[in-house]
């Protein structure tokens, strides 16, 4: 069964905030508070757990606008999305714009494509996360900002977004219950100069290789 509800948060950053490392609930998370039409939303950020589950991200550079398009064009707010690959939704695993689109060189060549192929792999790139390390790489890329997209699921209480982190890929336990495809959170943010950047981040006993139902195989 998936998440009860999914979707992206569009608007602009007000702060970012850092939990206080030593008084926390379950998860240790990084704060984007973002304004959009009908107010202030808070989006968590999941960088550690008390559990000793390691947590791990990664980000995607120069995203193509052209596969984005289905998102930026909408207008801020949230947005319920389908999990299709034509809605919008984000799949780490299956989605081009995170696993193959965009570039990191202007040159193209074999050799070129083939490290681009390499760095567009949703297994290339991933970095345990101390949760300073996470905090530090989302901010600096959050200070370029002109908007956010926030991709998770919606508070069940007050304006806010969590679960922004890939949803499937769960071993058996408590979470697999809400594993599916095309539900996957992540922040992307858009410069001021127009450029599209993906911060992504799992945790690292999920599964990089999963079916149809979003469970590991």
């Known amino acids: 069964m998936p998440l009860s509800a999914y979707g992206v948060l569009i608007g602009t950053l007000i702060r970012f905030a850092r939990e206080d490392p030593n008084n926390f609930r ?49 207008p801020a707010g949230w947005h319920a999305l389908a999990r299709t690959p034509t809605s919008g939704a984000l799949d780490y695993l299956r989605s081009p714009l995170v696993s193959g689109g965009g570039c990191f060189a202007v040159v193209a060549s074999p050799l070129v494509d083939l490290v681009n192929a390499m760095l ?13 390390n996470a905090l530090d790489r989302l901010e600096l890329r959050l200070a370029n900002c002109r908007r956010v997209y926030v991709f998770g699921a919606p508070y069940n209480t007050g304006r806010g977004v969590h679960d922004i982190h890939m949803n499937q890929g769960d071993p058996p336990g408590q979470f697999q219950h809400l594993d599916g495809i095309w539900q996957d959170g992540a922040t992307i943010i858009e410069t001021a100069n127009g450029e599209l950047n993906a911060f992504l981040t799992k945790f690292k006993t999920q599964s990089l290789a999963t079916d149809d139902n979003g469970l590991p195989v």
């Open 26 to 74: 379950s998860w240790y998370h990084g704060k984007l508070y973002v304004e959009a039409p009908v107010g202030e939303y808070e989006c968590a950020v999941d960088v550690s757990t008390p559990s000793g589950v390691p947590v791990q991200y990664r980000e995607v550079r120069n995203l193509s606008p052209d596969l984005f398009a289905s998102v930026s064009g909408l």
């Open 120 to 132: 567009r792999s949703p297994r290339f790139g991933w970095i345990e996360s101390t949760a300073d």
